[in-house]
């Protein structure tokens, strides 16, 4: 990180140079001198960085002197920086008067303070400079920036690299999933995944957990690392189970609970790196019970103590480094992302590959992060000096030492974007949003061009993700705002084989989705603001919960039984059978809580289906569209525990205060613009648990003496006349009625 920071401070010196060279005056000198005394000492980091890496405590010492120097002079520029700022902001002609006064006769407590702070650093410069000769760090040449930026025709994201295509583990995932289905264990037996760091557990564990996760009642896999706390970890595994928090934070009634939960099911629980022996015999034994119903626990970890205190009688299945030939195909694919899948390695790199490959003695976190730093590469010549330059020694450090050199080969403010993941918890899930916001509030991106402080740090994260973070193989959220007239149908959606939620609402124009995007058999929630396209009839969405919109049709759309809320697009010039496609399409849907039906026009058949009273569950109804003249709103028609009802555009010549009165278990009434020809409406009686009304497009709203007792809020008010109980006048004051 001293590079990092010597770096951001000569840029922060150079911009204080440029914008305040009147200002600074006789300071300005000492600010030079910094700056050049910086430039000078740069060209021994690389040495002392390299020493570091090998051990040598006086070079990480002196690194470190080096560091606070840098940060210390940061302070100062950004004190400085801060104090002249606020001094325009209070007098816009502040610049101007000093000039006209002549800057020698002014003295400012903020210069005096700067030249002060500088005069220090600088006899500690002094020093950290004529140290480095005890220390031995010897100077060498800089490596060129422009090694490290990523050429524009060879950027790569998702869309470009099957993400879901894993080499030499296809063999581990089968025997793991033979130990785990053996149906000749009936007791709860624990197998655990053995290796050294890099070797692919994590990936292996996931791979067998799609695989045979269908073969259980309750299955989760989780993280559990090196700094854990049991309590969290216990009530991370109700809540993914249960699928809500657990309110007790005492750790035995957290075993408890999730013992009585697992006691009458078929389990699978997965644990991914667990570096405690005793969590098994403390905690994890007395929450997970045995009765012989073959029950599953995996594990991963590096130790083999873990393995031989959870079940002494499962041996450990210990992965193996891959093969010279999978090394290979690892390195190529991830090396070159432009390739399309399955394409061998070019015949003029194929040596170099090889020789590449070897050096990472097949450990598949090496070959991936080599292979990111290749990719970053343009040109043979520029591959060769990565095998020339690479800095190997035989103490087993082959993989830390690629690690090092992918940090090395970064541009100093992506190290320092690498870096802050640091300050995370280990395996914790991070926003891309908050991190890239982060970044940019600890100001680590450069200037370019037009570019925005967020766009600059949107090309950071791609960037660490091309050299080696495969976030996307496990993407399970992903939300797409404010984009026009994107064709989705090439993107490679499909791959996102663990996504859960796509959420595509709020953009402008995107019509089409990849066709294989119903393959995804983790999908629950679906959402979009256009008719989404037809689902094949063998798609598989046994999982899914929210699907909006899909058209209004006489087909019965596939597995659909575990659904839970469904937006419905009806178009008017549609062959549709009403009277028989809309109970067809609700009979098979029994957990619906969620209904949202549009189209320009909605006949009587789809506004009244038969089936709709009988849907207990049913709790959230709207209807976008024309109601036609011979439809008349009837409290009887709609489900027995609805909660909430909106209404938009209905056209409606009765008023229906007086029917939706009727519904005893209403909370949330919203009714928008065009519901309603008439000017007035009437609540004589009901809404006994209204907690909300919007009511907008009428001009007078009458409510009668001990209707809406529990109404707290009122909205679209603002152009209303009102006749209303004194306990509900104070609503329409809050609202500016």
């Not at 063999?171 to 624990?190: F, S």
Request: glycine fraction near 6%; proline fraction near 5%.
């Amino acid at each position: 990180m001293a590079e990092t920071a010597v770096n951001f401070v000569l840029v922060k010196l150079g911009e204080i140079i440029v914008k305040e060279a009147q200002l600074l005056g006789k300071v300005g000198e000492k600010v030079k001198w910094v700056e050049t005394e910086l430039t000078r000492i740069k060209c021994y980091l690389m040495d002392a960085d390299s020493k570091r890496r090998k051990g040598d405590a006086r070079a990480e010492n002196w690194l470190n002197e080096l560091r606070n120097a840098a940060y210390r002079i940061e302070d100062a520029i950004d004190t400085f920086s801060v104090e002249i700022e606020h001094k325009r902001q209070k007098d816009h002609n502040f610049l101007e008067r000093l000039i006209r006064l002549g800057l020698k006769t002014i003295k400012l407590p903020v210069l005096h303070t700067l030249g002060t702070e500088l005069d220090d650093i600088k006899k500690v410069l002094e020093g950290i400079f004529e140290s480095r000769v005890h220390y031995q760090i010897n100077p060498l040449q800089e490596r060129g920036e422009a090694e490290t930026v990523l050429m524009p025709h060879r950027r790569a994201t998702y869309q470009d690299v099957d993400e879901t295509e894993v080499v030499g583990l296809d063999a581990d995932k089968n025997n793991v999933c033979k130990l785990l289905l053996n149906p000749e264990i009936r007791r709860r037996a624990v197998v655990t995944i053995v290796g050294p760091g890099g070797l692919g557990k994590t990936t292996l564990a996931h791979m067998v957990y799609k695989s045979v996760k269908a073969n259980f009642d309750f299955h989760v896999m989780l993280s559990v690392s090196q700094q854990f706390s049991p309590t969290d970890l216990l009530r991370k595994m109700l809540t993914k189970l249960k699928g809500f928090e657990p309110k007790t934070r005492d750790i035995g009634d957290l075993i408890s609970e999730l013992n009585g939960l697992l006691s009458s099911e078929k389990y699978l629980i997965i644990l991914d790196d667990v570096w405690v022996a005793d969590l098994w015999n403390q905690y994890l034994k007395h929450a997970l019970p045995d009765v012989g119903n073959k029950s599953r626990v995996l594990m991963t970890s590096r130790l083999i103590e873990v393995a031989q205190s959870a079940d002494p009688t499962m041996e450990p299945y210990e992965l193996r480094f891959l093969s010279e030939e999978d090394s290979r195909n690892l390195l190529v694919k991830k090396a070159l992302p432009y390739q399309k899948p399955g394409e061998k390695c070019p015949d003029d790199l194929y040596e170099l590959v090889a020789a590449l490959s070897t050096k990472c003695k097949g450990l598949p976190l090496a070959l991936i992060v080599l292979g990111g730093i290749l990719s970053t590469k343009d040109t043979y010549h520029a591959w060769e000096k990565v095998l020339k330059t690479l800095n190997w020694y035989s103490d087993g450090k082959d993989c830390i030492n690629i690690l090092a050199m992918s940090y090395d080969d970064m541009s100093y403010y992506l190290k320092a974007c690498f870096s802050y993941l640091a300050s995370f918890p280990e395996d914790s899930e991070i926003s891309a949003r908050c991190l890239i916001r982060m970044w940019v509030a600890e100001e680590f991106m450069p200037q370019q061009g037009r570019k925005t402080m967020e766009e600059i740090a949107e090309d950071c994260l791609e960037q660490l993700f091309q050299r080696g973070v495969d976030s996307l193989i496990y993407l399970k959220y992903l939300r797409v705002r404010n984009y026009r007239e994107i064709d989705m149908s090439e993107c490679s959606l499909g791959r996102l084989k663990n996504l859960e939620t796509l959420d595509l609402r709020n953009n402008d124009g995107i019509y089409t989705l990849p066709t294989d995007f119903w393959t995804i058999l983790t999908l629950r929630h679906v959402l979009y603001d256009w008719t989404l396209p037809e689902a094949p009839s063998t798609a598989d969405l046994r999982n899914l919960q929210t699907l909006e919109w899909i058209p209004f049709d006489n087909k019965k759309i596939p597995h659909l039984n575990n659904l839970r809320r469904l937006g419905l697009e009806y178009d008017e010039y549609s062959e549709l059978d009403v009277d028989h496609a809309v109970p067809h399409l609700l009979g098979g849907l029994p957990f619906l809580i969620s209904l949202k039906i549009r189209g320009p026009d909605l006949p009587m058949e789809i506004v009244y289906p038969r089936a709709l009273p009988n849907y207990q569950n049913l709790q959230i109804l709207r209807f976008e569209g024309n109601w036609s003249e011979s439809v008349t709103l009837k409290a009887s028609l709609f489900p027995p525990h609805l909660i909430k009802l909106t209404l938009e555009n209905s056209n409606l010549g009765q008023d229906p205060m007086p029917e939706l009165g009727k519904l005893n278990n209403l909370k949330k009434l919203k009714l928008y613009s065009g519901v309603y020809k008439g000017k007035q409406m009437i609540c004589p009686a009901g809404f006994p648990v209204l907690q909300s009304l919007n009511c907008s497009d009428v001009e007078v709203l009458t409510v009668a003496n001990g209707v809406m007792p529990k109404l707290k809020h009122l909205s679209g008010i603002y152009k209303m006349k009102f006749e209303m109980p004194p306990e509900l006048m104070h609503l329409i004051q809050q609202r500016g009625g």
